[in-house]
């Protein structure tokens, strides 16, 4: 017991003040509406966050890096139309269509990291370009027009609950998420990234490969955004191209709110993955409160503000 909460502890190091900030908003939705502390409202939540997680962990070394990546949304939908495009008009097994769609996302991620490593276009001109890129080709491929009717296979993975509450979709994200905690944590490659975020110049000094792992960095989060292409396409037993319209900014938002900064060198997975938690907490309760979309977009729009002035807060005490 006592080796469990040891590791508890040097998991979530450096994110009490995240954690703090979800408990204080779980128990406040909880008060707020009946319907909040439910089993049935957790796995909501648990749900809603799949898409978003899977996206963040790729975000988390973006960030960590210094850079950002404003394409990952528009990427997940590229991904989504590619997937259902092949499926539909050319009779490809759906499962090699999951995959083509997964490598059309690490493609496209591929084009970000070269864009900014040899043709040093900033990384927020470079994705902002990839975002407009991406959405644009993923109407282009079907026309603007959505695709469903997909086996029962595929949504199976977003309604069969293993363990009574659990679907693959969750298993997917807990996955992705131990393996990027651990490369960031233990692998000399993690290590890399920090040493990337604090100094670029001076880690490329002492060694470290600078432009391509930036490559690798932008082409792993394209990557991690196709897999969360297929599996909203799970999810919603559709293909749409407007799928995940200004999801990046929940990405975003969950790695800053996570503890990362926007400045490069700190970040984690653990924080980002509270983080993630923290806005699904948010846009649920708000739902259940009966808010707007567009109010709880204000919210999370304050919410990036106070974490950011935060960042820059502890950097002026430090």
Request: proline share 3%; net charge positive; charged share 10%.
């Amino acid at each position: 017991m006592e080796n469990i909460i040891t590791f508890t502890k040097k998991v979530f190091r450096g994110t009490q003040g995240t954690l703090l900030g979800l408990i204080i908003l779980t128990v406040f939705f909880s008060l707020a509406s009946p319907y909040f502390f439910s089993a049935r409202n957790f796995i909501n939540i648990l749900d809603q966050v799949t898409v978003l997680g899977i996206m963040a962990l790729g975000m988390t070394a973006v960030i960590i890096i210094g850079g950002i990546d404003l394409s990952v949304a528009s990427i997940l939908a590229l991904s989504m139309m590619v997937t259902g495009w092949v499926w539909d008009a050319f009779g490809v097994p759906l499962h090699y269509a999951c995959i083509i769609g997964i490598f059309m996302g690490s493609v496209a991620g591929l084009i970000n990291g070269l864009l900014i490593s040899y043709l040093r276009i900033p990384a927020f001109i470079a994705t902002l370009a990839m975002l407009s890129a991406a959405r644009g080709l993923a109407n282009i491929f079907t026309d603007g027009k959505q695709i469903y009717g997909f086996p029962e296979w595929l949504t199976n993975l977003s309604v069969v609950r293993h363990f009574g509450f659990i679907p693959v979709t969750m298993l997917v994200l807990i996955s992705l998420t131990i393996i990027c905690w651990v490369l960031l944590k233990y692998r000399k490659e993690g290590r890399n990234l920090y040493a990337i975020g604090g100094n670029p110049e001076v880690a490329r000094l002492s060694g470290i490969n600078v432009k391509g792992t930036t490559i690798v960095v932008y082409t792993i989060s394209g990557f991690l955004s196709g897999i969360a292409g297929v599996l909203l396409t799970a999810r919603l037993n559709t293909c749409v191209p407007h799928a995940a319209f200004t999801y990046e900014l929940d990405v975003i938002a969950a790695v800053v709110i996570g503890g990362a900064s926007l400045n490069g060198g700190v970040g984690g997975i653990a924080g980002t993955i509270v983080g993630v938690f923290i806005i699904g907490v948010l846009r649920n309760g708000l739902n259940l409160l009966g808010f707007s979309p567009f109010v709880q977009g204000v919210v999370i729009g304050a919410v990036i503000v106070f974490a950011v002035a935060l960042d820059t807060f502890k950097k002026k005490e430090r």
